[in-house]
């Protein structure tokens, strides 16, 4: 088995982190310069679902509270390491208490609070509401791999370490996602999602995804789950509702015996060894 | 307030020359001084924090390809967990609460030792117990403890991780959790009960008060991760289902249990330091603290809130109620950052002597800062689901723990002439400064970016994406400067040893234990001046220059009073 490559994507991922790495550094100065336009990104991305963008929004507005805070403390410490280092051996008068002061710098504070309490509200509602959906995916964690069903046919992914299974799903439309894990605790994290949620046993968690543009996207298990932890991969592969339909078709159009025994090689898969491929990957359980 | 001083209490001269104990290692082992316990629990846990600091560079060099081969995946497993725990349960709190804070607090209270001496020998012989215990792990056939540090259930259950680490891992926590305690029980005894003639409580030093604080916030939270421990042991050997579908049992019961000890941890840890940064900002700027009630209670509130945040670590399970945990988590920011403004309040209008405990400090406020922004990140639920888990996190938190040994390293260069009676060499520590500092930031900062590019945490390997080899690079290169620093502070211990003799006072300090020897004798006082604010030695010592009232704001200075005796 060879580790996949990243597909193509017109631009190079290294080319993009530089990019975000410059535009995470140079952008707030320039915002600044400039009086700001538009808002800088701070390092994080708008990702491609709607409410990784809210998520993301929130992140800017975090962002621009922190670097005007902290802005301005560094600014103060600043003038008061300069301005107020020792020059000679006289004592400074010894004033201790300035109340109004006080109660400045802590009535301020708790209404920047409220204020980031109440977008957090706004865009928490956005990301964790259920909207009924035509489209349901069941994502099953295991270690050390996922498995995707489709209920309402018989369309079933599984793929383990470093085979990456690929979950399918249609662009513009509502997807409901139950997440379980049968063993330990795994994270579920699409990084162009701007989301993750734990997989735990016992439990299932659903959220729903709104994709706004195709595309093929990493996701990774996020929550230490033991050995084969940084080699949980999966894709999530963004189609057009046409494209989703063929594709659930393709599984539709085997005959369900042959279907379900595939399903069932890849369980047995499970548990075969799980020794990597990859040589670099010294392993060996102890 | 009276104007004129009186003479200082002279204490009874018996007591010190009647103590004629062994010498030697047999002192040692046998002590129930304080001082000599704080010396060992700190010689201790600086050791920890050099053997935990050993397994970060060994991570950090794994890392530096993406295909590192340097350990095995189940080597790096064992690596981060036994990182965050010795980091954790045997540097952070042992080194502040059982080190520090056992040798400072009687003393700045005026007290002759801790309120029950041999518990506090009980608390340091259990606390090295424990550390061999869990480092012991390393021995075992099946390695140490690979579950991380926060040992999630089902993961840390005999089935997925049998072997004798895991268990030495339960044992250790366990005894060191009991030492903890124990110092808990003897640093509320003490402040409540020990303190001397004068001293009320809103004259106790700040580093005081925040131990006491500590110490209620331990006997709050120690005794919960106990149980949870004991449960999780139950879970692995006695068939119980605790933490297990299979028998009834849940899983997130861990985290919740866990995070209830956990979160009051983070404070547990951090305030016994921000005591220490309140204390030396003060003599360097030479000013009273601004705003010292506001800081009490900024403490106080701090420790209260901690009690009601834990499950903002909990977010991503989908299993909590996320506004209420988001809201409480917010505001841990007021209180935090009014002792910001108080510490920068301090310096204002001051006379700031940049010493290396000076340097030190300050560079934890300002570490300090960028961890306390990014945590604000950390209490809204939606921008935990879209870092929680990646290097967003570890960044978060490595700032305020490395805010925190800014502040341990000012402490020790502050207090360290004090315990040794010796001065340590000012040029080496600036020089340890800068390469502490700068390297934190550069250790850190490259650690956000790359939790916003996606690079979860706890990953040995990450062949997918090799473009975060650079940022990894420029982290390891600040981690090495971390490194370096170390050095140069055991170099520095190593070049000053007992060459430049300390003085009683060489800071012009102005809490108690500036007041007595350097080293301070057996019962640590001959005489104790009046304590009539809560910088007495400052008032004996600059009898002119005594602090406004509350509420009075810049009046002229006061003529300069008799002091005469």
């Not at chain 1, 530089?18 to 995470?24: H, I, S």
């Not at chain 1, 802590?106 to 956005?126: D, H, Q, R, S, Y």
């Not at chain 2, 935990?52 to 060099?61: C, D, K, P, T, Y």
């Not at chain 2, 304590?531 to 006061?558: C, F, M």
Request: net charge neutral.
């Amino acid at each position: 088995m060879e580790i996949p490559t990243l597909p193509p994507q017109g631009v190079t991922a290294h080319t993009r982190r530089w990019r975000r790495v410059c535009k995470a550094v140079a952008l707030p100065l320039a915002a600044l310069a400039l009086s700001g336009c538009t808002v800088p990104s701070f390092g994080a991305s708008e990702g491609v679902t709607s409410t990784s963008r809210s998520t993301y929004h929130l992140w800017q507005g975090f962002s621009v509270g922190a670097a005007i805070i902290g802005t301005f403390v560094l600014l103060l410490m600043l003038w008061a390491v300069v301005r107020y280092r020792r020059k000679g051996d006289n004592i400074p008068e010894q004033s201790q208490y300035h109340l109004p002061l006080e109660l400045l710098y802590t009535i301020v504070p708790i209404l920047i609070v409220f204020g980031l309490f109440a977008a957090t509200i706004v865009v928490e509602n956005k990301v964790v509401a259920n909207p009924t959906t035509s489209v349901t995916i069941d994502v099953n964690a295991f270690q050390w791999g996922w498995k995707f069903t489709y209920p309402g046919s018989s369309a079933v992914v599984v793929g383990q370490t470093t085979q990456d299974p690929v979950m399918v799903m249609p662009v513009n439309t509502d997807v409901h996602i139950n997440l379980t894990s049968t063993d330990v605790i795994h994270g579920f994290y699409v990084k162009e999602f701007n989301f993750s949620r734990y997989a735990l046993p016992g439990v299932k968690n659903q959220f729903t995804f709104h994709a706004v543009s195709t595309g093929t996207y990493f996701g990774q298990c996020t929550q230490l789950c033991g050995l084969y932890h940084s080699l949980m991969y999966f894709k999530v592969k963004v189609v057009t509702p046409s494209q989703y339909a063929s594709w659930l078709a393709t599984f539709n159009n085997a005959s369900s015996a042959s279907a379900a025994s595939a399903a069932q090689t890849a369980q047995q898969t499970q548990n075969a060894t799980h020794v990597p491929s990859k040589t670099t990957a010294s392993s060996g359980a102890n | 307030m009276t104007d004129v001083l009186e003479h200082p209490i002279e204490t009874p001269s018996h007591g010190h020359e009647e103590h004629h104990g062994p010498s030697g290692i047999l002192k040692w082992l046998t002590t129930t001084d304080h001082k000599i316990i704080g010396l060992s629990y700190t010689v201790t846990s600086v050791l920890m924090l050099v053997i935990g600091g050993l397994f970060a560079e060994i991570i950090r060099a794994q890392l530096s390809t993406p295909n590192g081969s340097l350990v095995s995946l189940s080597q790096y497993n064992e690596l981060f967990t036994m990182h965050g725990s010795v980091m954790i349960y045997l540097f952070a709190g042992p080194f502040a609460f059982g080190g520090l804070a056992n040798i400072i607090v009687p003393i700045q209270i005026g007290a002759p030792d801790m309120a029950f001496p041999r518990l506090n020998a009980l608390s340091y012989w259990l606390y090295l117990t424990g550390s061999i215990t869990m480092l012991a792990g390393f021995f075992t056939a099946g390695g140490a403890a690979n579950f991380g540090w926060v040992a999630y259930a089902p993961l840390s259950n005999s089935i997925n991780t049998p072997g004798a680490g895991a268990d030495l891992w339960i044992g250790g926590l366990l005894l060191t959790g009991f030492s903890a305690i124990f110092t808990g029980v003897n640093l509320c005894a003490t402040i409540f009960y020990l303190r001397a003639p004068g001293m009320t409580m809103f004259r106790m030093p700040i580093f005081t008060w925040n131990m006491l604080v500590t110490g209620i916030l331990i006997l709050l939270a120690f005794p919960v991760l106990t149980a949870g421990l004991i449960m999780l042991y139950c879970d692995r050997h006695f068939g119980t289902h605790i933490y297990s579908v299979a028998g009834g049992g849940v899983p997130v019961l861990w985290q919740h249990i866990f995070w209830f000890w956990g979160h009051p941890e983070v404070y547990i840890l951090a305030l016994p330091f921000f005591g220490m940064v309140t204390d030396i900002i003060p003599v360097f700027s030479r000013k009273p603290v601004f705003g010292y009630k506001g800081m009490v209670f900024a403490t106080l509130s701090i420790a209260a809130l901690s009690l009601g945040v834990w499950a903002h670590h909990m977010f991503t399970t989908g299993v909590v109620l996320l506004p209420f945990f988001s809201i409480m988590s917010l505001l841990i920011a007021v209180p935090t950052g009014i002792k910001i403004f108080n510490w920068i309040g301090t310096m204002w209008r001051g006379e700031i002597w940049f010493s290396t405990a000076m340097l030190m400090a300050l560079g934890f406020v300002v570490t300090f800062l960028i961890g306390g922004l990014t945590g604000i990140y950390l209490a809204s639920p939606p921008l935990d689901f879209f870092t929680h888990d990646t290097y967003f996190v570890v960044a978060h938190f490595h700032s305020v723990v490395m805010a925190l040994v800014l502040a341990g390293m000012a402490g020790l260069y502050y207090w360290g002439p004090k315990i040794t009676g010796y001065l340590l060499n000012e040029k080496i520590g600036k020089l340890q400064f800068w390469f502490l500092f700068l390297g934190t930031q550069v250790f850190t900062l490259p650690l956000y970016l790359l939790g916003l590019e996606g690079m979860p945490r706890r990953m040995a390997i990450y062949p997918h994406d090799p473009q975060w080899k650079m940022l990894n690079d420029l982290s390891s290169l600040g981690a090495a400067m971390i490194g370096i620093s170390t050095l140069l502070f055991v170099v520095n211990v190593a070049v000053s040893w007992k060459k430049h003799p300390a003085g009683d006072n060489p800071w012009d300090g102005h809490t108690l234990e500036w007041f007595t020897t350097s080293p301070p004798p057996h019962h640590n006082f001959y005489r104790l001046p009046q304590i009539r604010s809560e910088r007495p030695t400052w008032d004996y010592n600059h009898p002119g220059h005594q602090a406004l009232a509350h509420g009075k704001h810049a009046p002229a200075v006061p003529a300069e009073k008799v002091s005469t005796s």
